[in-house]
């Protein structure tokens, strides 16, 4: 029987791969098209699902994110807050998020998932009892918010794939 550890190393595998196929082969202007005003492009969708993942593991694990320590925000150059994860961004931001290639895209994201993989697996199914978020009744778990993770990455890579299949339909 899978160790609840390894279903969660399977449903982060996935979004890595959804979102490797959302972005694969898209240039930069493809990726930042939104499809409608008030829409979100699949560049915005992408950087925000890893930035999410990327703060919410470094806070559980007590290490750094990704973004900071390995030179990602420098390498993206993007107008917000070194810390901002686009948690409530207008259309406005939204469209600011371009420039960005779908390797650079794909390759946070993989940088992203290496380190959720590694923190998960110096864990064990006891460990996901531990309470996170105090803030909260009941309290959050580390469980309940691998799986909040899970559940909004996987919304909003399905999200860039359809965003991607409208795109690919336009004349």
């Known amino acids: 029987m899978a160790s609840s550890i ?4 399977d449903a982060f ?13 898209l240039d930069e202007e493809t990726l930042a ?34 973004w900071l320590a390995d ?3 420098v390498r993206f150059d993007l107008p917000f807050d070194e810390l901002d994860t686009g948690y409530g961004h207008s259309s406005e931001q939204v469209a600011q998020v371009r ?16 380190r959720t993989t590694e923190y998960l697996g110096s864990l064990d199914d006891a460990a996901l009892d ?16 691998l799986v909040s993770i899970v559940n909004d990455d996987t919304q909003h890579a399905g ?12 004349p």
């Open 6 to 9: 390894d279903i969660l190393l």
């Open 13 to 25: 595998s996935r979004v890595r791969d959804t979102v490797h196929s959302a972005v694969r082969g």
């Open 33 to 66: 098209t939104k499809p409608d005003d008030g829409g979100n492009s699949i560049a915005w969708l992408v950087w925000h699902l890893s930035r999410v993942q990327d703060d919410h593991i470094a806070d559980a694990s007590g290490g750094d994110q990704v």
């Open 71 to 73: 030179g990602w925000a």
């Open 99 to 114: 420039g960005l290639s779908a390797e650079q895209l794909a390759g946070y994201h993989d940088a992203v998932a290496a």
């Open 130 to 145: 531990r309470v996170v978020d105090e803030d909260w009744d009941p309290p959050v778990t580390l469980a309940v918010r």
């Open 159 to 170: 999200q860039a794939s359809y965003v991607r299949g409208l795109l690919s339909r336009r």
